[in-house]
T-cell receptor, first 111, second 112 residues
Framework: DTGVSQDPRHKITKRGQNVTFRCDPI?????LYWYRQTLGQGPEFLTY????????KSRLLSDRFSAERPKGSFSTLEIQRTEQGDSAMYLC?????????FGPGTRLTVT | GENVEQHPSTLSVQEGDSAVIKCTYS??????FPWYKQELGKRPQLIID?????GEKKDQRIAVTLNKTAKHFSLHITETQPEDSAVYFC???????????FGKGNQVVVIP
């Protein structure tokens, strides 16, 4: 499968715990995006990387969120001290030009 | 920032009929308008997109039209089939900004 992959697909955690998600983009894509989607809503932009550089962050991305793309390939999104409001689907997308292709997402449930 | 609105929120059509979903956007700098289809529990799938230098684009049974003056764009699905049932999201962005602003989605139900 040469599409965008994400791991894990589901994560259940207790409030206050830290979680980390991984995204592997399409191999030739130098741009990588993180979005968050809640039930009944469209994806909301969180952050964007071009190669290893994080070029843009949304105001939605509080200090508890951090994202990295250390070698310009895969990316990780970490949420520290999770809150119930963090429960959502976290989607990763990649592109080489305009078109963004999404991964299957990681569904986070904070109990 | 960019604000994208979709209408209607739910659309039911008889199989074989056409479906039209409209979106409006607020930022006149936006020049890229994709449409995504999302089936329950699956990833958003890019189905068609249009850039601001054209007014219409067609791909088999789906087409997208863009009116930059009025700041709206529409998705047209002809000869609808049950497998077209899904949530459709429109989005807007511009090259160099890279973030896409999505609408809230339209639930399309094709009745056999």
């Amino acid at each position: 499968d040469t599409g965008v992959s994400q791991d894990p697909r589901h994560k259940i955690t207790k409030r206050g715990q830290n979680v980390t998600f991984r995204c592997d983009p399409i191999s030739e894509h130098n741009r990588l995006y993180w979005y968050r989607q809640t039930l009944g809503q469209g994806p909301e932009f969180l952050t964007y990387f071009q190669n290893e550089a994080q070029l843009e962050k949304s105001r939605l991305l509080s200090d508890r969120f951090s994202a990295e793309r250390p070698k310009g390939s895969f990316s990780t999104l970490e949420i520290q001290r999770t809150e119930q409001g963090d429960s959502a689907m976290y989607l990763c997308a990649s592109s080489s030009d305009y078109e963004q292709y999404f991964g299957p997402g990681t569904r986070l449930t904070v109990t | 920032g960019e604000n994208v609105e979709q209408h209607p929120s739910t659309l039911s059509v008889q199989e074989g009929d056409s479906a039209v979903i409209k979106c409006t956007y607020s930022d006149s700098a936006s020049n890229y308008f994709p449409w995504y289809k999302q089936e329950l529990g699956k990833r958003p799938q890019l189905i068609i997109d249009i850039r601001s230098n054209v007014g219409e684009k067609k791909d088999q049974r789906i087409a997208v039209t863009l009116n930059k003056t009025a700041k709206h764009f529409s998705l047209h699905i002809t000869e609808t089939q049950p497998e077209d049932s899904a949530v459709y999201f429109c989005a807007a962005g511009y090259y160099g900004n890279n973030r896409l602003a999505f609408g809230k989605g339209n639930q399309v139900v094709v009745i056999p």
